[in-house]
């Protein structure tokens, strides 16, 4: 028996979902990766301030990495894994800026925003598909990264 049919979800909803929560894969992983960047190579004064805030929000990120890949399992489909995906599908870009403190909390939130519009989209899908388990969790996402987004704009003085 198919996950669909246990979770009481139509299969025909599943698709255009886990298309949606695949693109919102690519675009963590690449999120991912740039804030590592940042961690690794971030310089100047600020570099005690935010060599751990980089790490903290890295960490949190694998973590939704996974939590994503699991819920495309869940819904019966197939988590890309490949980077040459990633960079196809995402709309958040490689950062070559890693070095400077002010660009990297800018690239951050550019991210956040990215990602808060995808999971924005996948909680009106969602919501008509009558998919509680993604809605719930891309709110729970939401309501995180809204306050990460409020810190790092003060870091910025905004």
Known sequence: MKNSSIIGLKETDLTP???KLNELLANYSIFYQNTRGAHWNIKGSEFFTLHPKF????????????????RILTLGAT???NYSDYLTLSTIKESK???DGTKCVENILASFKIVIDLQRELLEITEAAGDEGTNSQMSDYITEQEKEVWMYNSYLGK
Not at 56 to 64: F, M, Q, S, T
């Open 79 to 81: 988590p890309n894994h």
């Open 17 to 19: 979902i886990s298309k």
């Open 55 to 70: 790490e903290e929000l890295y960490n949190n990120l694998v973590l939704k990495i996974d939590e994503i890949a699991e």
């Open 97 to 99: 800026e890693v070095s």
